[in-house]
């Protein structure tokens, strides 16, 4: 499934996976490389929940991911990139193509004549993909960032460098202490569950800006790009002296007896002079 995208994030991946889901179901498997979006790196981490979002995702649609672990397999897929690289990019020149909305109608066309030109019959001609039947809402719960968060005493929550406070009522006092579950989705809400039930919160500090220092993920990459270019849109950021700056030395008099000490350097000049008056005959 060829698409173009902004960034290779999770959401990325999630958009194209429901595209091949809607036009040939759930596979057995996905055969991919060791790209983080598909495995933990660190297998042996003490924190974490073993598996990566789009891991997660898979598992609740039973679809298992097998990755490449090997110069062959890896060979097939880096064959194919240099395909798309090439040629791919070529007929999109020679057909005038220069934005992503464009490109994206093109692609189907171009795959059904490279794989009639290029495809192999497989050995087994057996379709082993099985009907997706699963409803709208819950595909969507599939795909969005899922994790769970503790709640304080304060009955908040952080998420994504913001605070989440949830509304007092009979249902939220309960839950201090305890884990909850939330659900960010690509369109940008953002949901807090208990036992599947959606508690009302309000944010905290909601207009915070993205500053030069932040740290940021590979994979949050794209929506963090796409506020910064909302925000910077709004209104020029704030101009902050960036700390005092000295144009010139102060002495502070700590070395005043110092080999180059004012008064060292007197003295030096004062012994020099006197030298070279005695050697005058």
Same mark, same amino acid.
């Given at each position: 499934m060829l698409r173009f995208?902004?960034?290779?994030?999770?959401?990325?991946?999630?958009?194209?996976?429901? #595209?091949?889901?809607?036009?040939h179901g759930r596979p057995v498997a996905f055969y991919s490389d060791k790209h983080t979006v598909f495995r933990v790196a660190k297998q042996d981490a003490k924190t974490g929940h073993g598996m990566t979002q789009f891991g997660r995702a898979l598992n609740g #649609?039973?679809?298992?991911?097998?990755?490449?672990?090997?110069?062959?397999?890896?060979?097939?897929?880096?064959?194919?990139?240099?395909? #798309?690289?090439?040629?791919?990019?070529?007929?999109?020149?020679? @057909?005038?193509?220069?934005?992503?909305?464009?490109?994206?109608? /093109?692609?189907?066309?171009?795959?059904?004549?490279?794989?009639?030109g290029f495809a192999k019959a497989p050995r087994r001609p057996d379709?082993?993909?099985?009907?997706?039947?699963?409803?709208?809402? #819950?595909l969507r719960d599939v795909f969005c960032l899922r994790d769970q968060r503790?709640?304080?005493a304060q009955l908040s929550l952080s998420n994504e460098r913001k605070r989440i406070i949830l509304e007092e009522d009979d249902i939220t006092r309960g839950l201090v202490g305890?884990?909850?579950?939330?659900?960010a989705f690509p369109d940008g809400r953002f949901d807090v569950r208990w036992k599947g039930l959606s508690?009302?919160?309000?944010? /905290?500090?909601?207009?915070?800006?993205?500053?030069?220092?932040?740290?940021?993920?590979?994979?949050?990459?794209?929506?963090?790009?796409?506020f910064i270019k909302a925000e910077?849109?709004?209104? @020029?950021?704030?101009?902050?002296?960036?700390g005092k700056q000295r144009t010139r030395y102060t002495p502070t008099g700590r070395r005043c007896d110092g080999?180059?000490?004012?008064? @060292?350097?007197?003295?030096?000049?004062?012994?020099?002079?006197?030298?070279?008056?005695s050697s005058d005959p």
């Open positions: 995208v902004p960034s290779e994030s999770t959401f990325s991946y999630f958009e194209a996976l429901e #595209l091949y889901l809607a036009a #649609l039973n679809i298992e991911i097998l990755c490449a672990n090997s110069s062959q397999a890896k060979g097939r897929v880096e064959r194919a990139n240099r395909t #798309l690289q090439d040629r791919l990019v070529k007929e999109l020149r020679l @057909a005038g193509i220069s934005e992503m909305k464009a490109a994206n109608a /093109f692609l189907p066309g171009f795959t059904d004549r490279y794989n009639t379709d082993l993909h099985r009907t997706l039947n699963i409803e709208a809402s #819950l503790y709640i304080g305890k884990y909850v579950d939330t659900y508690l009302p919160y309000r944010t /905290f500090d909601k207009d915070q800006r993205v500053t030069h220092a932040a740290i940021t993920e590979n994979k949050h990459l794209g929506t963090i790009l796409e910077q849109e709004k209104a @020029a950021p704030k101009t902050r002296p960036a080999w180059n000490s004012a008064a @060292a350097r007197i003295a030096r000049t004062k012994a020099a002079q006197a030298a070279g008056q």
